[in-house]
């Protein structure tokens, strides 16, 4: 495969980007699924609606943010622009903070 300025080049940013964003939507989720089961086991309904509010910030990453960012993404690697977004990573490091401070409450909360 030749570099940039030659033929056969392809970006594979998009891809990456693409795939970084799916990854943090499942993880998410996979905490959500974990708090519940531990919520269901354990007896506590608000634990068990503070894991349906976890799964439903995964779903927001996964369902709405990663397809946003996605075609965005490919727009501008098309246009040959830039493909920063502060606004969208703020709030995906929101999600993943929030995410890790319910499962720490949920891990460390007496049963």
């Not at 506590?44 to 965005?72: D, E, H, Y």
Request: proline letters at 5%; glycine letters at 14%.
């Amino acid at each position: 495969m030749s570099g940039p300025a030659g033929r056969g080049w392809r970006e594979t940013q998009p891809e990456r980007t693409d795939l970084s964003w799916q990854r943090t939507g499942l993880g998410v989720l996979a905490v959500a699924g974990l708090m519940s089961r531990a919520a269901v086991h354990g007896g506590a309904p608000v634990r068990l609606a503070a894991a349906g509010v976890v799964a439903l910030l995964g779903l927001l990453v996964l369902g709405g943010l990663a397809p946003l960012r996605a075609r965005a993404v490919q727009r501008a690697v098309e246009r040959g622009t830039g493909v920063a977004a502060p606004r969208v990573a703020l709030l995906a490091t929101a999600v993943v903070v929030a995410v890790a401070g319910a499962a720490l409450v949920s891990v460390l909360s007496p049963r």
